[in-house]
């Protein structure tokens, strides 16, 4: 048997292999309604959510009549808490200013003021950002903005590559503490079957690798040089 039949015989057995193994990476994750459940497209006609202070916000903790007790400027820590004079550590992220307003009023009024007025707003923003890997063009991370969705952070990174599977498209979040990952098509999306989910800060986008088109793709460029295809 030649050197070149051999060779063929083999990528050939390298097309049907992959094909088996590529479907492998996303097993297990939901898809379909399930996964809209954990990344929801985004809805045009809701109203615009309130803002939920994070990691790495600035915000104002006025207290009414109490200086002492106020702030202009209070950092929010890296795992979400504050420290206020009297009032003590404070999880703020995930609350709104107005949420925050009332737990440090709570606090307050326990033992040291009565009818405590406070009002909290969000001075600043730490800037959110998503992640994007895998077999786009341009891997890397990249700001969000309220609105962004899957198309659009997938643009920011190039779009996909050649052997990109474009139906193994996985958005890795943070629920409720918890890890949770969901796969989507992007060939439904970009078609207009599915829902455009919207992505937020903190998301790892992760584009899937297809096996059976990475060895098509090595066997089409190595095919000139090993005179695979013969002209008669």
């Not at 999880?91 to 009565?114: H, K, M, N, W, Y």
């Not at 009818?115 to 786009?136: D, H, I, K, L």
């Not at 990249?142 to 990109?164: C, E, F």
């Not at 066997?219 to 000139?224: D, F, G, R, S, V």
């Amino acid at each position: 048997m030649s050197i070149l039949l051999r060779w063929t015989m083999l990528a050939f057995a390298g097309l049907a292999l992959a094909g088996c193994q590529s479907a492998l990476h996303s097993e297990g994750l939901p898809s379909g309604q399930a996964a809209y459940e954990i990344a929801p497209a985004l809805d045009a006609d809701a109203k615009p959510q309130a803002y939920r202070i994070g990691p790495g916000d600035t915000i104002s903790v006025q207290v009414f009549q109490e200086p002492d007790l106020s702030s202009d400027k209070v950092q929010v820590d890296d795992v979400g808490r504050i420290q206020l004079p009297l009032a003590g550590d404070i999880l703020a992220a995930g609350l709104t200013a107005p949420e925050l307003s009332a737990v440090v009023a709570e606090r307050l009024g326990r033992d040291f003021i009565r009818y405590p007025r406070v009002v909290v707003s969000v001075v600043s923003t730490r800037e959110q950002t998503v992640a994007v890997e895998g077999q786009v063009k341009l891997p890397g991370v990249y700001k969000v903005n309220p609105g962004d969705t899957l198309l659009s952070a997938i643009a920011r990174a190039q779009s996909p590559t050649n052997v990109a599977r474009l139906d193994e498209v996985i958005i890795f979040r943070t629920v409720n503490g918890r890890r949770m990952g969901a796969r989507f098509d992007l060939n439904q999306i970009r078609g207009g079957q599915a829902p455009d989910p919207q992505v937020l800060g903190g998301d790892v986008i992760v584009v899937g690798y297809s096996s059976l088109k990475g060895v098509y793709r090595d066997i089409l460029q190595a095919a000139p040089l090993l005179n695979v295809f013969t002209q008669f």
